[in-house]
């Protein structure tokens, strides 16, 4: 069965941009979570969607918005790009959610901003 | 507010001997929580987890222990192997919240 794919793998793009990345889950499953990963924060919990409905958000500015698509595929958006957004950006997959099912990571976007 | 807490960004560990790694979390309301293991360039994978009911939960070389006072866990590897050298992360859930709480990883290195 094919895992959790992200699209990009590397991103470079400069202050005041904007970039959306796309993450398809594992087939079957419904829910799919968004994270940060920096060097200094760890992961960080961005939003986690489950049949195209946000169900929480993590502590992030408007600026990171995201959404998923009737074929559970989901993308998310960060505007107006500041250099701290340079992260890994680390989506995954589960059945029905983070609370029930265990989470399938995706490999991750490389974002770089300059 | 760093909810979860790894105070080591890095353990070196010789091979054969047993690997431990810590955790400290502050929100009393987490009640299942999970370790993952992350190698370079690759997303997390699920490790084991235990849930707050449990004190202890073992899956062949990894167990994992849960101090509900403390709000302590630890992550137990015995022994060693080589391929155990990657980041581990801590993370936290509260059932029913759809959120995962990580902590800010330990690179585990197994030294020959």
């Known amino acids: 069965k094919a895992g959790v794919t992200q699209t990009p793998r590397y991103l470079i793009k400069t202050r005041g941009q904007q970039v959306t990345l796309s993450c398809s889950p594992i087939?079957?499953?419904?829910?799919v979570s968004w994270y940060q990963q920096t060097p200094g924060q760890g992961l960080q919990f961005l939003f986690e969607?489950?049949?195209?409905?946000?169900?929480n958000k993590g502590n992030f500015p408007g600026r990171f918005s995201g959404r998923q698509f009737s074929n559970s595929r989901s993308e998310m958006n960060v505007s107006t790009l500041e250099l701290g957004d340079s992260a890994l950006y680390l989506c995954a997959s589960s059945r029905a959610g983070i609370s029930t099912d265990t989470q399938y990571f995706g490999p991750g976007t490389r974002l770089t901003v300059l | 507010d760093q909810q979860v807490k790894q105070n080591s960004p890095s353990l070196s560990v010789q091979e054969g001997r047993i690997s431990i790694l810590n955790c400290d979390y502050t929100?009393?309301?987490?009640?299942?929580f999970l370790w993952y293991k992350k190698y370079p360039a690759e997303g997390p994978t699920f490790l084991i987890s235990i849930s707050s009911i449990k004190d202890k939960n073992e899956d062949g070389r990894f167990t994992v222990f849960l101090n509900k006072s403390a709000k302590h866990l630890s992550l137990h590897i015995v022994p060693s192997q080589p391929g155990d050298s990657a980041v581990y992360f801590c993370a936290a859930i509260i059932q029913g919240a759809q959120k995962l709480v990580f902590g800010q990883g330990t690179r585990l290195t197994i030294n020959p």
């Open positions: 929100n009393s309301m987490f009640d299942y």
């Open positions: 087939s079957g499953h419904r829910s």
């Open positions: 969607y489950f049949s195209e409905t946000q169900r």
